[in-house]
């Protein structure tokens, strides 16, 4: 499987500031997606990052509040804007490759808004 | 859209005895169900997975059956070690080509030596 690194792996964060999450991978993929994991909570899509145009939100998500990146099919990058401590999470990167339907994550950045 | 439920959210099992964890899906095109481990500040780690053609998959302690009909599907893990002790995490996918995963709330699997 694809190695996928995120840069931050932790941050502390003021609230009313913002946050961007790289996600990187060592091979080209299809799918990238950005997931949210609240504390002791399952696992929350965010987006599907789509290479060369708008990403897909999901409900309850808008652009605004966590615009996406995808500038090629090895790297995505996650804004938190205008942080509050709702927003403290783990975030995480997945990627789909090819046809198949496996998806392996990213180590995720845990992000605390104080 | 499709929903996934996890049963269930604690389980506490003798070392060497069987864990069993149940998922049920809504969504009758869902056609692809892995599961995953999340070890204890890790990513969850997809262990196992079957697609909507098979009854069945195994892989040495662990298993994976599917009800299309009752629209359900089990992690099953045999012979049971400390390092199986983690939250596991049922998933479906909605449909061919979206590949996007919904998923279950999770089982906190704790193994008793």
């Known amino acids: 499987s694809a190695v996928i690194s995120q840069k931050p792996s932790r941050d502390i964060c003021q609230r009313g500031t913002s946050l961007t999450i790289q996600c990187q991978v060592d091979?080209?993929?299809?799918?990238m997606f950005w997931y949210r994991q609240q504390p002791g909570q399952s696992l929350t899509l965010i987006a599907t990052?789509?290479?060369?145009?708008?990403?897909?939100?999901e409900s309850g998500f808008v652009i605004d509040k966590f615009p996406i990146s995808r500038p090629n099919l090895t790297f995505s990058t996650l804004t938190v804007s205008n942080m509050s401590p709702e927003d403290s999470s783990i975030y995480l990167c997945s990627v789909g490759t090819g046809g198949a339907a496996e998806q392996y994550f990213g180590p995720g950045t845990r992000l605390t808004v104080t | 859209g499709e929903n996934v439920e996890q049963h269930p959210s604690t389980l506490s099992v003798q070392e060497g005895d069987s864990a069993v964890i149940k998922c049920t899906y809504s969504d009758s095109a869902s056609n692809y169900f892995p599961w995953y481990k999340q070890e204890l500040g890790k990513r969850p780690q997809l262990i196992i997975d079957?697609?909507?053609?098979?009854g069945e998959k195994k892989d040495q302690r662990i298993a994976v059956t599917l009800n299309k009909t009752a629209k359900h599907f089990s992690l099953h893990i045999t012979e049971t070690q400390p390092e199986d002790s983690a939250v596991y995490f049922c998933a479906a996918r909605l449909r061919q080509g979206a590949q996007k995963l919904v998923f279950g709330q999770g089982t906190r699997l704790t193994i008793n030596p």
């Open positions: 990052a789509n290479q060369g145009s708008e990403a897909t939100y």
């Open positions: 091979s080209q993929v299809t799918m």
């Open positions: 079957i697609r909507s053609n098979v």
